[in-house]
């Protein structure tokens, strides 16, 4: 069965509506401003206690520092997703398990990533992340078979979802902006459970 992330959680609401329903993994996005999900150091602990432990917590960053990797290891999250640049040292000496995310245009570059042992995972994203677009699906079929998980991301919704398994037949889809709230101040409930349920049923 296709797992599924749902990502961009900031308040005990959204926690209360994950619990429930129950998805694989639930991101954070953290040390990024520019995102109107970004949440606090503190308020990540603080939602990081109310998380049901069954649920596989993850800090979603861009070109993070190794301060900020360390503050992310201590605070105890199970994966760390890194968006943009990092180097190859801070890579691979990463405490937290990795989910590398890589824009659908790197593709070819996705060897470099391959043979580090704490990269669990590749997540193949839109050019811009948590934007809510989507890219051509196809794209991904000429993808060498490798041993990580594989995430498929970009403007997934409850309506598409099962299209995109279909195709792409990922280890697991992520969604941020498609089950969010209109006023975007947090999770959409209703949303949220047909997402993971078209997902889980998708043939
Ligand atoms: O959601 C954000 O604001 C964000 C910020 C910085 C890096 C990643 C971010 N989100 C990730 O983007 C993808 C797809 O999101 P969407 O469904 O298209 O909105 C997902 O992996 C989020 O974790």
Redesign the pocket.
């Known amino acids: 069965m296709t797992k599924v992330k749902i990502?961009?959680l900031k308040n005990p609401t959204d926690i209360k509506c994950i619990n429930t329903l129950s998805p694989d993994f639930a991101?954070f996005?953290m040390f990024?401003e520019k995102?109107h999900?970004n949440i606090s150091v503190q308020t990540a602990q603080e939602l990081l206690a109310l998380l049901d432990k069954n649920i596989k917590s993850v800090a979603?960053t861009?070109s993070p520092t190794e301060e900020q990797l360390e503050q992310i290891h201590t605070l105890g999250f199970d994966y760390v997703?890194i968006?943009g640049k990092i180097s190859e040292k801070l890579l691979s000496e990463c405490k937290t398990p990795v989910i590398r995310?890589i824009n659908v245009s790197g593709i070819e570059s996705i060897g470099d990533i391959e043979n580090l042992d704490n990269v669990k995972g590749i997540?193949f994203?839109?050019a811009v992340?948590?934007?809510?677009?989507s890219f051509d699906w196809s794209m991904l079929e000429k993808l060498p078979k490798n041993k990580k998980m594989l995430f498929l991301?970009?403007?997934?919704t409850a309506d598409n979802v099962a299209k995109a398994v279909a195709q792409v037949r990922p280890f697991a889809v992520?969604?941020?902006?498609?089950v969010e709230l209109a006023d975007k101040s947090g999770k959409d409930f209703e949303l949220v459970r047909a997402f993971i349920e078209n997902a889980r049923n998708s043939k």
């Open positions: 990502c961009g991101g996005v990024f995102s999900r979603v861009v997703q968006h995310a997540l994203d839109s992340p948590g934007s809510g677009k991301a970009g403007g997934l992520d969604v941020s902006s498609g």
